[in-house]
């Protein structure tokens, strides 16, 4: 029996392996060349978390560019060229022994590094298929890895930009209604490991290297913050904000409540394993990096372009001119990886920059902001043309946004009353809707504000750019809502670089509260406790933010298991039944059969009516004829009419004449049959007249159309 949860492991841990080529090399090398950050000055291992950093920064924008205009195997030589000179930069001099190997490490750099060690062992297991015995058990995050696996597939095996993999009308459609830099990360590691790795696994190594550069970025970003402060060792204050990421909101608390209230009630728990949805969400960490690492990646870009430039305040002109230019760069890999949270921080931008010419603010470094802003606006003029150009539908016509105050689950208790009663309801609901969301950090970071006044910090750069970012942030997110897809992602995703500012905010404050004291999980909760009238409470909500991240990555792990014990229970948007697991596992073993066996440029098609069908999504690698997964860029009514006339195959079609003419009309040369589709109980008429090319308990694969001759060949 093959155990696919080992063939998994195996995959991912060559692909996390294999991934330093695209996540922190080229940075490596771009810091090492431009001097970025102090970088010649700095100890290796801050080196490396620089080129995390930077790589993470430039990367995306660059590796789009080349590829769109050239080839990926220029891509790569680009690639393999860094690498040599990463190898002659910080390797050879070890062996040459030109350079001290320095110091053994010290307590907090280990502690360091046992924190990205245990994320890296953490995300794995939490992400791969988990096999027991004939039972496939996916994440939840599948939800959203259907469209994040193809994504890099299509790159892969198409190019930049990729050819829609879900939507074939008889020509190749190219994907450009989409912001994609993300995926580049995971196509290349997909192409360097070859047969050994496949763009399921590269998508796990992109996940947890995404939050591996998080945590970098935390690193740096303090280092060079606090740099003139009283606080003596940089990397305490990295463990502090590093170990912050395991605390969330009060999620919690209505997730349970409502799922065991529910299970009593309906005899389902609601939520389906996706603890966001009780309320207009800001995500968890965990969430976001887990379930949109391509959000997280994008505000980890937009903080860079921020830092570069507060790192040279003082700096020389070069200085300025170089950290001016790098920021746009990041500044346009933001924008291709995630729109909404790069035009949110362009309205930060004006306004900072507003704000500095009103207080005259470092003005000899002001001319760097326009640099950046240009460089980022003319590196990204040829994704934008993709965007115009793609002639994509969204759900709401004028504008992609509109004005309302942020909704919170409790105004729809009060039943059928004036819409402009219910936006009232919200808007004095806003300070406890925001408790709920952000719990911890919301009240540390109140307490950071009152505390700064005191301290008279109002001329500190850095402090008064978070301010201005985070005020900018919790305004429009408060007010202002996008209406591209049903999914608000603007008020979701853009919240991601506040969050990051209350993390910074947090780890001041309890930095301080420590004092000399180890950090670490116990110390931490200890400190707050002493804290005078507010300490219990934060200690309250410093629980129930761990409790929230835990629940995320139970649920994250179990939901699927917990379908088939049937504790979920029923109806729940996973599986009819308790035969998920055996479902999954033998939707796998038939993806892997036609993957094996049948040519990549092969078309295949399961039930277009199976929404975010998982198995098409996870494992499949063949262009589609047509799905829901990437639906980007396609007109609505295109869509539902394709949609309805290839449904017809599997939901009403009973003879092998009549399923080849809607093949061919359709271009599709593989069917996938499984036991949900009404044409699966046809199959033992169909099997008299054709074979299966393969079939299992609950899946079916059929050649039809014109592939059904080639196939029938001997």
């Known amino acids: 029996m093959l155990n696919f949860t080992l063939q998994d492991l195996f995959g991912t841990t060559l692909a996390i392996l294999l991934a330093p080529i695209v996540f922190v090399i080229p940075g490596y090398v771009t810091g090492w060349a431009l001097d970025l950050f102090e970088f010649r000055n700095r100890s290796r291992l801050t080196r490396y978390l620089i080129g995390m950093v930077l790589s993470n920064a430039v990367v995306p924008i660059f590796a789009y560019l080349i590829y769109r205009y050239t080839s990926s195997a ?29 110091p053994e490490f010290d ?74 830099y993300w995926y580049v990360f995971g196509s290349i590691i997909d192409q360097i490991g070859g047969s050994l790795v496949n763009a399921q696994h590269a998508m796990l190594a992109s996940v947890t290297w995404t939050g591996l550069s998080l945590m970098a970025v935390i690193a740096i970003y303090l280092r060079i913050r606090n740099k003139n402060t009283s606080y003596n060792n940089p990397w305490r204050a990295a463990i502090i904000g590093n170990l912050l990421l395991l605390i969330s909101g009060m999620d919690f608390i209505p997730v349970i409540a409502v799922a065991i209230k529910a299970r009593e009630a309906l005899g389902n728990m609601v939520f389906n394993g996706r603890i966001e949805g009780w309320n207009m969400p800001v995500m968890s960490w965990l969430n976001a990096i887990t379930w949109v690492p391509n959000h997280v990646s994008a505000a980890l870009q937009s903080i860079t372009a921020m830092l570069l430039l507060l790192s040279v305040f003082r700096g020389s002109r070069k200085q300025k001119l170089t950290a001016g230019i790098v920021a746009g760069v990041a500044l346009a890999s933001s924008f291709g990886t995630s729109v909404w949270i790069t035009l949110v921080f362009a309205v930060f931008w004006a306004a900072w920059t507003i704000y500095r010419i009103a207080t005259k603010e470092n003005l000899d470094t002001l001319w760097s902001m326009i640099i950046a802003g240009v460089t980022g606006a003319g590196l990204s003029i040829p994704f934008v043309s993709g965007l115009l150009s793609s002639g994509g539908a969204s759900s709401s016509s004028g504008l992609p946004l509109a004005l309302y105050v942020r909704p919170f689950f409790m105004s729809a208790f009060f039943g059928n009353i004036p819409q402009w009663a219910h936006t009232t309801l919200n808007f004095f609901f806003l300070p406890l809707n925001y408790l709920m969301e952000l719990g911890f950090f919301l009240v540390i970071g109140l307490y950071w504000i009152q505390h700064r006044k005191k301290e008279g910090q109002s001329n500190n750069p850095f402090q008064n750019a978070e301010i201005i970012l985070l005020l900018i942030i919790s305004t429009i997110m408060s007010f202002v809502y996008s209406t591209i897809i049903q999914i608000n992602d603007l008020g979701i995703r853009a919240w991601l670089p506040a969050q990051f500012i209350l993390l910074v905010w947090t780890t001041d404050v309890i930095q301080d509260w420590l004092g000399n004291k180890l950090p670490g999980i116990s110390t931490i909760f200890h400190a707050i406790g002493q804290q005078v009238s507010i300490g219990k409470a934060l200690q309250f909500l410093l629980i129930i933010g761990f409790l929230t991240t835990a629940l995320e990555a139970f649920s994250t792990r179990m939901w699927p298991m917990l379908v088939d014990w049937n504790i979920a229970g029923f109806p729940n948007d996973l599986s009819p039944d308790t035969n998920l697991g055996r479902r999954s596992y ?10 094996n066996n049948i040519p990549a440029s092969a078309i295949t098609q399961n039930n277009p009516n199976s929404v975010l069908d998982r198995a098409s ?46 093949c061919k009309q359709y271009y599709i040369d593989i069917l996938i049959v499984n036991d949900l589709d009404p044409l699966w109980k046809k199959l033992p008429a169909l099997e008299q007249e054709r074979s299966p090319l393969y079939q299992n308990k609950y899946y079916a694969v059929f050649a039809c159309g014109n592939f059904n001759k080639i196939a029938a060949q001997p």
């Open 107 to 180: 307590q907090y750099q280990r502690m360091a590094l046992f924190i990205g060690a245990g994320w890296v062992v953490f995300s794995t297991l939490l992400l791969v298929d988990l096999q027991i015995g004939d039972r496939l058990y996916f994440p939840t995050v599948s939800y959203d890895y259907l469209t994040r696996i193809a994504l890099i597939n299509a790159i892969t095996r198409t190019g930049m930009p990729p050819i829609n993999p879900s939507f074939f009308p008889g020509y190749p459609v190219q994907l450009t209604f989409l912001y994609f």
């Open 74 to 102: 220029i891509i790569l030589l680009t690639l393999l060229a860094a690498a040599i000179i990463f190898l002659i930069v910080d390797i050879l001099p070890l062996f040459r022994n030109k350079i001290q190997r320095g």
């Open 617 to 662: 999504g996870l494992y499949g690698t063949n262009q589609m004829a047509i799905s829901d997964r990437t639906a980007y860029g396609i007109p609505a009514d295109t869509f539902k009419l394709y949609k309805s006339a290839v449904a017809e195959i599997f939901e009403r079609e009973s003879a092998w004449i009549k399923i080849d003419q809607s």
């Open 586 to 595: 033998d939707a796998r073993l038939a993806y892997e059969f036609i993957n």
